[in-house]
């Protein structure tokens, strides 16, 4: 069976540090997986998504970066967190079925606070 | 305005009560998803549906194409259902848009 996993559950981070999340999938091969944030009282927004090794897709412009430098791995990252960095991270995946995909399967998340 | 909009924004019911939780939305998609989100912040895939309805257990979900509206109905609703409900759509180019979600209690 397929699972995914993400780490640190929490994290507390300075303002100005870096920052460096991960996800990895089990169970699958060639997943597209997704980095999403939900900042306090807001919805999920998509940050990253990717569709194989070293393929990235940014949807939003800000100081956070993504890499996936393996099949089922996938990280998010900073140089310099900003206070407004600060939220709940989700990864996910889905798989491409001919021509649709299927649902997503999301990790537990990790929540970060950066003071 | 936002491309996905949810109604209502809370909810409380009676334990057994009938549910239902709506969303619009004002692009074109591909899919539509509902998703559960407990407190401890896990996310869910309920549903995944282009046209027609879904049933799973006691949860309905339904859409209109044509007027880019969906429903999530919940059948004798219990406490264990009290979550946050997203509506979410997404086209081919993987592009999610995604509502802010309905808090949903349940009272015994």
């Known amino acids: 069976s397929q699972t995914i996993h993400q780490w640190p559950a929490t994290l507390v981070q300075p303002v100005g540090s870096p920052l460096s999340l991960e996800c990895t999938v089990e169970?699958?091969?060639?997943?597209?997986l997704y980095w999403y944030r939900q900042a306090a009282g807001r919805g999920l927004q998509l940050l990253f998504y990717?569709?194989?090794?070293?393929?990235i897709s940014s949807e939003v412009p800000q100081n956070l970066s993504a890499s996936r430098p393996q099949d089922r791995q996938f990280i998010l990252s900073s140089k310099k967190l900003l206070l407004s960095d600060s939220g709940f991270y989700l990864c996910?995946?889905?798989?491409?079925?001919?021509?649709?995909?299927?649902?997503?399967?999301f990790g537990p998340g990790t929540r970060l606070t950066v003071l | 305005k936002n491309e996905v909009e949810q109604s209502p924004q809370n909810l409380t019911a009676q334990e057994g009560e009938f549910i239902t939780i709506n969303c619009s939305y004002s692009?074109?998609?591909?899919?539509l998803h509902w998703l559960q989100q407990h407190p401890g912040g896990g996310i869910v895939s309920l549903f995944m549906l282009s046209s027609g309805k879904k049933k799973h257990g006691r949860l309905i979900a339904t859409i209109n194409i044509q007027e880019k509206h969906s429903s999530l109905h919940i059948t004798a609703s219990h406490p264990r259902d009290s979550a946050v409900y997203i509506c979410a759509v997404s086209n081919t180019g993987n592009q999610f848009y995604f509502g802010t979600g309905t808090s949903l209690t349940v009272i015994p």
């Open positions: 169970g699958t091969s060639n997943p597209n």
């Open positions: 990717s569709v194989g090794i070293g393929q």
């Open positions: 996910a995946w889905r798989l491409l079925a001919g021509n649709s995909y299927n649902e997503q399967f």
């Open positions: 692009v074109g998609i591909s899919a």
